[in-house]
């Protein structure tokens, strides 16, 4: 028996050791955070920040791991495939979970029921980007242009935030302004900033910087209303004849199906906790991220309303994957 000199020795060791939130033998390895985007966008580097706080709470490494492709469908699949043990988790997207299965439309699994919900992440803020030289100043300058002759505009990846928010414009303004996608955010806003293309929705935190360097003009927010991120900056709802428009760019956590529940439970204690922290917070809101943790139920239910929003829209875009 211990003495009590030796617990109370003890004490200060035990009081300063970080939380773990492990249950059971969960988790007895390195967990992998699986992107399926390049490393670098803002998917990416959300994963980033988050796994090290995550491997704090579990014990164990969290490394992330880009499994690039078609979307994100290549990582979501590699998700959907992997042993449902909770040791292999999906940052989705809007994309991926949302929108691919109506875009691609012969997809070898289903996101919806396939892919098990841990807790939403966060909302990302895209803007409407346009090269430094174009004349247009704001949205309706963009769509009149458009009008006269078809604009380029680009995107992260079919079936994206960016990708939806183009089609909607053409569809809300009657427009016929030509997709071309990349894969990933870094090379699309150079080319971007290179004039290749004409506009993109895409992330505020990658086009502020070229903003503020004069590379690139933001001249819109893709939400329906402006955000307190860049609240001078209007939103695309705001133009004549786009009310209504309304994009708002997300991220989700994600388990094979069938993972247990006391492991998705530990799961979800971990990454909520990591989505309060205040320091965690701040970082990804300078990079244009809201943090948003919720409850699995939650993430589902909100994940199947976003997938009967965006189905229409698709349909009568006529998008593909490209």
């Known amino acids: 028996m211990l003495s009590r000199r030796i617990l109370i020795a003890a004490l200060p060791g035990l009081l300063a050791a970080p939380p773990v939130l492990a249950q059971g033998d969960f988790p007895n390895r390195t967990i992998r955070f699986i992107v399926g985007f390049p490393p670098g966008g803002t998917t990416d580097i959300a994963a980033r920040l988050m796994a090290p706080k995550m491997q704090a709470l579990l014990g164990q490494p969290v490394v992330v791991e880009n499994r690039t492709g078609a979307g994100g469908n290549i990582g979501s699949e590699f998700v959907v495939r992997a042993p449902a043990d909770g040791h292999t988790i999906l940052m989705g997207t809007i994309g991926g979970l949302s929108i691919n299965p109506a875009l691609y439309g012969n997809l070898s699994f289903d996101p919806v029921t396939d892919l098990a919900p841990i807790t939403r992440v966060g909302m990302i803020l895209n803007v409407l980007a346009i090269p430094a030289e174009r004349p247009w100043r704001d949205t309706a300058q963009l769509v009149a242009a458009a009008k006269s002759s078809p604009l380029t505009f680009g995107s992260s990846g079919a079936g994206g935030a960016g990708h939806m928010a183009g089609e909607q414009l053409n569809l809300m303004a009657g427009l016929q302004n030509i997709h071309v996608p990349y894969r990933g955010g ?27 360097g004069g590379k690139l003009r933001m001249i819109a927010v893709s939400t329906k209303d402006r955000s307190t991120l860049l609240p001078e900056i209007p939103a695309v709802a705001e133009a004549p004849g786009l009310a209504g428009f309304d994009m708002a760019d997300w991220s989700a956590l994600m388990a094979p199906r069938g993972t247990p529940a006391p492991v998705l439970r530990t799961l979800h204690g971990a990454a909520t906790a990591a989505l309060r922290d205040p320091e965690l917070v701040a970082a990804l809101a300078q990079r244009g991220i809201e943090s948003t943790p919720s409850s699995p139920d939650e993430c589902g239910a909100f994940i199947r309303a976003e997938s009967a929003k965006w189905l229409p829209v698709v349909r009568a875009s006529g998008a593909r994957p490209d």
């Open 186 to 212: 870094a090379p699309l806003i150079t080319d971007l900033m290179a004039g290749r293309i004409d506009f993109a929705f895409t992330p505020a935190s990658g086009a502020k910087p070229q903003a503020d």
